[in-house]
């Protein structure tokens, strides 16, 4: 593999949701409720800004200017013009204060995507899948910040971080319903590695994981051992993909959340290549 350097600064307060779209970079920056995409180093252009907290979005089947998102206290579907068509706000009665946080799409058509408390209350968090007729649907309850998910090429897995316990769950679900069946702890970081964050799968069913605090991107084998580890020039990698014209060009977010003094890779997407395919980035299917 290459050494993992800067594709674009741009000094991003939280950049995530990175998803490789039609060989363009596309990712947000949370708390500013912007996304952008990246079509070659050093370039970046908003494609939207909101007024609300953007956590993640995937392309629309169809469409090339629609998105599905998950924004604010739920998820919407994201038109020309930063245009907002809600879908479902359930978090906005959450007992205490609440926002989307990370999302994807799985093989078929269906979005699902996490929420978390501001101040990551423990089990203040929870999963929602969106099917393609725009229902949203509570899956899961009682986690704390949701990241992930992701998914395998057949859908029938999907891996799902807690990121405070340090805890990557590995989910049967059915393909057919959407419905989940099995959970099994599949990996757990050591303490003073970091915590998992974005997470991806690629075509030999690896799992790249961001450790945020940890300075580096961890990739699993499909039984949980550890293929590599690689070392991120920025100590907040908080998303991961696999994206570029040959499909192995490897794509990190960082952040400078709360970073008094951040160096100019904190905030921006860093790139390399590696031995790995990409899967599709999935679009929804509404």
């Not at 290459?2 to 990175?18: D, F, H, I, M």
């Not at 920056?29 to 995937?58: F, K, M, N, T, W």
């Not at 075509?203 to 991120?232: E, M």
């Not at 794509?251 to 400078?256: L, W």
């Amino acid at each position: 593999m290459s050494k993992l350097t800067l594709w674009a600064s741009g000094g991003y307060e939280l950049a995530e949701g990175a998803r490789s779209v039609e060989g363009r970079l596309i990712f947000v920056d949370i708390l500013a409720g912007a996304l952008y995409e990246s079509p070659r180093p050093g370039h970046v252009r908003l494609l939207a800004q909101l007024d609300v907290p953007l956590g993640a979005v995937a392309p629309v089947a169809g469409s090339a200017d629609r998105w599905i998102a998950a924004a604010g206290a739920g998820i919407a579907l994201l038109g020309p013009g930063d245009t907002l068509t809600w879908l479902g706000r359930p978090e906005s009665d959450a007992p205490v204060p609440t926002r989307m946080n990370d999302g994807a799409c799985d093989p078929h058509g269906r979005f699902w995507a996490g929420s978390m408390a501001y101040e990551g209350t423990p089990g203040g968090g929870s999963l929602y899948r969106v099917d393609a007729h725009g229902t949203v649907t509570r899956m899961l309850t009682g986690m704390s910040i949701v990241n992930g998910p992701a998914f395998d090429a057949d859908g029938g897995q999907m891996y799902l971080a807690d990121t405070p316990t340090g805890e990557i769950y590995r989910y049967s679900v059915d393909v057919a319903s959407g419905d989940i069946t099995t959970r099994q702890v599949f990996a757990v970081i050591p303490p003073g590695d970091g915590t998992p964050d974005g997470m991806t799968v690629d075509t030999d069913g690896r799992l790249w994981v961001a450790l945020w605090g940890g300075s580096a991107i961890r990739c699993f084998n499909p039984d949980g051992s550890v293929h590599q580890t690689l070392a991120v020039p920025a100590p907040q990698p908080s998303s991961v993909c696999l994206g570029g014209a040959d499909g192995n060009q490897l794509f990190v977010t960082t952040a400078r959340y709360r970073m008094t003094d951040p160096a100019p890779e904190s905030g921006a997407i860093i790139s390399g290549q590696v031995t790995a395919s990409a899967l599709p980035a999935w679009e929804f299917a509404g």
